[in-house]
């Protein structure tokens, strides 16, 4: 598919069997049904990723998070090749001109895959967004962070898999409650923790530590999202000489490492300099090699 020369500021491709590289749609008007349950009753998948410079990162990472998701929640979805396809389309056809609140060279590709009902939408959805990477989204400097708990036991995964914890699914009505509730207490983001003690994951985020040369995250199955920036950044950091730890860590683990950040696919790395009411330290100098050795390898 040829590159678009038409500004575009935001780019719908659905994926059908009758269009094996994708449909490209006019994302001004509406595509799917009022009536399809999967969009009432939030019962689908998405993956977020940054397109930098034509060049969608960390691509294998999301596309196994996907599969890894749609395994979690029993649904079925396009394979990763229509996937790439898809985005692909998206991609030549995203060409948005200059925007003043937009990060220059970058947009946010999202993924979605939604559960079909029968009648009205039986075969459910699959479909790829690009859209601006907006300044705001991205902090610009160490942020505030408070604790919240989340209200299970880090065995609930195990105990209670209908809950689907570890699946990215499109029901983030509590993630962003959780947001609008540290912005009321005057900080910036979240990190959440388990009612034995544990700290899970950002809102939108993955946790990371730094003790001595050591680089360390909470695991997986203790139900929090695998992150995919921190997959990606522990493998080029271990390459560069870092040690790397996937553990169970506590709030007190926060308070006295070396440094904190929240990871994510478009914020990238923050530093955390606050929790709660403890200033907490933050490295310059490290976080300066991190964002580097991703950039790097992502």
Known sequence: ?????????????????????????????????????GLARGDGIFETSLLDHGRVRKLDEHLWRLQRSAGIVGLDIPDAHAWRRAIAAAVAAWNPGEIAEAVPDEALVKLFALRGYGPENPQ????????????????????????????????????????????????????????????????????????????????????????GDTLGTPPAEIGILPGTTQRVLFRAAEAAGWRTSVERLTPDDLRSADAVWLASSGRLLSQVARLDDADLPVDDRVHAELMRLLAEHS
């Not at 020369?5 to 749609?25: F, I, N, Q, R």
């Open 1 to 37: 598919m040829a590159t678009s020369t038409t500004p575009a500021t935001a780019v719908v491709v659905l994926l059908t069997p009758d269009h094996p590289d994708g449909e490209l749609l006019d994302p001004s008007v509406p595509h799917f049904s009022a009536l399809a349950q």
């Open 124 to 211: 459910g959805y699959a479909w790829v967004t690009v859209t601006p990477m907006w300044r705001s989204l991205r902090p610009d400097g160490p942020i505030r962070v408070v604790l919240l708990e989340r209200g299970h036991d880090s065995a609930t995964m195990e105990r209670a898999p209908w809950l689907l914890l570890g699946a990215k699914t499109l029901s983030y009505a509590p993630n962003m409650a959780a947001v609008r509730e540290a912005r009321r207490r005057g900080a910036d983001d979240v990190i959440f923790t388990s009612t034995d003690g544990l700290v899970l994951e950002g809102p939108t985020s993955t946790v990371i530590i730094k003790r």
